[in-house]
């Protein structure tokens, strides 16, 4: 058994996984933002042929999956373990999404952190000789998601400027020992960071401390500097978010003004599409990380960045019930290889 | 790197991690029945002090993880990650519960079966050398789990005698490399089964099918007979859905009625417990194993079991869109050292 600890909370490959492949499906609006041409399928209706907005997402999870698995040039059969979650109460989106697979799930929840959380424990599952190949799947849909915690779309809330837009998308991830040219170096899972803020429309504030932690915790477990990193990528900061987060920083000793990325800024032109903040959910993340992040990775444009997906844990229930929104966030150390 | 995978979907661990200690806490019902003197904490109110349902299923796991940390006289910093979850939408049980702990965690959904996905995944990180110590934290309640799932408690719905109880409970376990007199030898993740069927008053009919499957795999992976364990335990199936099991696995070649329990079974007299067709839930499992399974394990009276919490991939959305509720089950194998 290898000692692969680092630091307060990190992991260490001594055998970095890699990520063989990766796939993207998202909506109309986000085919319609800057990254719309790298996606690598845009439904022409958010429904996606569906009778409801949950199946339309399980639609997109198998849809994402199919194509990662194709692009590996693998059959279903030789994944050996599937690692999902998304947003919605029981994960539904990922029980339909996942249950043709005939693959073991592991269900995960993590808010938008979640796409964080299946790649690291895919990466730690192909990296320990559990599997030779293991796949990481998440999704979000503005439809379900608004329903799920918000109000009912048919009832036209206005929203603050604070407040993100759910990304309808989903992408999957092949992990395999080698192959491709990106590798998982290492891992820094999140601890839940709660600072009593309680705005459900200002996600980014709940968000920006848990990010804080953990890209601290990350640079402090890798004795690693913000310079080290050609991005330090959160998931659905939005505009608010990100300035919080690099005041945050500042004020622990890290400048990440210049590394800093989010791919809730990047998934829209807020401006033009109305977004506000910026995008959120399970599948901005991780679709920012197939279309654009991995890509640039692949091409050895970026030689390594962390990739910090940010989780508000939000239910109706308990902000009902007047509790706070606690983040987490999860991070993922992506090298070029 | 080893290779550590056996057969279609099971791992057999090269260097097995140890369960070193467990803890159990329950509210008043469960600390009636028959397993009453065995639960490490019996709560004299169900509300366990909290103003809500939710926040006394957040405050039974923390009870439960403290002790269970504490008999390993470990500090809550030295163990480096937590797997946990619970039923609930959004598991903010878990987050409420967890958020104080600063240790980063691992929130999972598996519905009833997510003590089996945590007690694996915490294996599988501390045999790789991620972790000297890692907890696996699980709960249900009975207030919040109706709330999510059925029908709210004032209402005074009449239950059909194959409908199970949800259990309120929450256990915690601390895995290591070595110490204590059990260890996990291997695992055998669950694939999601859906057979279409739809009573969500009658989950053990909905998880049997998925039982099955994970069982009958670990026996072929691990090439070995019902006989070899000396239980094995399935977490809710509860009277209706055992003897849907034993009948499914007689048609795939396996008698198991000789060896199988059920911890839905064990945890209420359901008679004079008016509990129908018995326990079920996340808690039900875990506080099953932490009370009943592990002991027993520890003095040698078994010298192997595999535990198999189920779970029934049921949600209110899906459930009142017509969909059916799909059943997953994870196994892991237990063995006295």
Known sequence: MLNQMTGKQSIEFQEAPHIISSASVVGPKEGEGPLGEWFDLVAPEADFG???WEQAEST???EALQQAIGKAKLLQTQVRYLFGGDLLAQLIA???GGEETNTPLFGLYGACSTCGEAVALAAMTVAAGYADYAAALTSSHFGS???EFRFPLGYGNQRPLSATWTVTGSA???LAPKGGHVRVSGVTPGCIVDMGTKDNMNMGACMAPAACDTIYQNLMDFNRQPQDYDRIITGDLGMVGQRILIDLLKEKGFDISAQHMDCGIEIYNAEEQDTHAGGSGCGCAAVVLAALV???LRKGIWKRVL??????LLSKVSFN???AIPGIAHAVVLEHC
């Open 294 to 296: 991995l890509p640039k």
């Open 307 to 312: 990739f910090v997906p940010t989780g508000a």
């Open 60 to 62: 997109m999870q198998k």
């Open 94 to 96: 990922t029980s339909f």
């Open 145 to 147: 998601a608004e329903k």
């Open 321 to 323: 019930e007047g509790q």
């Open 50 to 52: 569906e009778q409801t």
């Open 172 to 174: 999957a991830f092949v």
